[in-house]
């Protein structure tokens, strides 16, 4: 398995004084595209991702799937710097999958990245922890960013509507003024964006 594998990586880098560069990266959006497209183009969005990492692997380079939506890349002899230039490569070609094939959904993950020098004592377990810790703070930036643009959205959208500057609309509604000229719909608008980017929050800290 891929735990097995990777502990056979680290000994040949230990052995052979060199470098390994761990990488895991979890799917984004699986559980939308499943409930959305149905479980085959769940299973397709998996597939197009793992073939597009494994075409840019070169050498002793190796990838597997951990569980679900969460897979394991290892780069040998690769800085993390590298790495991330590599899964930025991966990122520009699923980009030009999408557009090509017309995908109605992204084709996206967010990764943790952890350069291992010959030296190092962590066990495997204590790599894909940290591994592990790692991706999920990029998936919680990537929650947040979303939640904030959904919430801006709203306010630039509804202030306009109003015929006000976005800070005099706020100013109204922390006062408890409803902003005409559709005050309970643009205000409740408002209000369910800023419940939807508190329950993005709520979720990546569980």
């Not at 680290?10 to 979890?26: G, N, P, S």
């Not at 699986?30 to 050498?59: P, Q």
């Not at 291992?116 to 810790?133: F, K, Q």
């Not at 006000?164 to 964006?193: A, I």
Request: charge should be negative; hydrophobic fraction near 35%; include cysteine.
């Amino acid at each position: 398995g891929g735990k097995n594998r990777l502990a056979e990586m680290l000994d040949a880098a230990r052995h052979q004084e060199t470098i390994l560069t761990v990488c895991m990266y979890d799917v984004n959006s699986l559980k939308k595209v499943n409930d959305t497209y149905g479980h085959r183009e769940g299973d397709n969005l998996l597939r197009v991702i793992a073939n597009t990492v494994k075409s840019v692997l070169t050498g002793e380079d190796f990838a597997c799937r951990l569980s679900g939506d969460e897979f394991l890349v290892t780069f040998a002899g690769k800085t993390e710097q590298e790495a991330a230039e590599t899964i930025k490569l991966v990122e520009e070609r699923l980009l030009a999958v999408r557009r090509q094939d017309r995908i109605p959904y992204e084709l996206s993950f967010c990764t943790g990245i952890l350069e291992l020098g010959p030296e190092h004592t962590m066990s495997v377990t204590d790599i894909l922890r940290e591994v592990d810790e790692r991706m999920y703070e990029q998936k919680r930036r990537l929650h947040i960013g979303r939640s904030e643009a959904r919430a801006q959205e709203a306010l630039e959208r509804n202030s306009a509507l109003c015929g006000l500057t976005q800070s005099e609309y706020v100013r109204q509604l922390c006062r408890g003024v409803h902003p005409k000229p559709k005050p309970p719909d643009v205000f409740w608008e408002l209000m369910e964006e800023l419940y939807k980017a508190h329950s993005d929050l709520k979720e990546c800290a569980k």
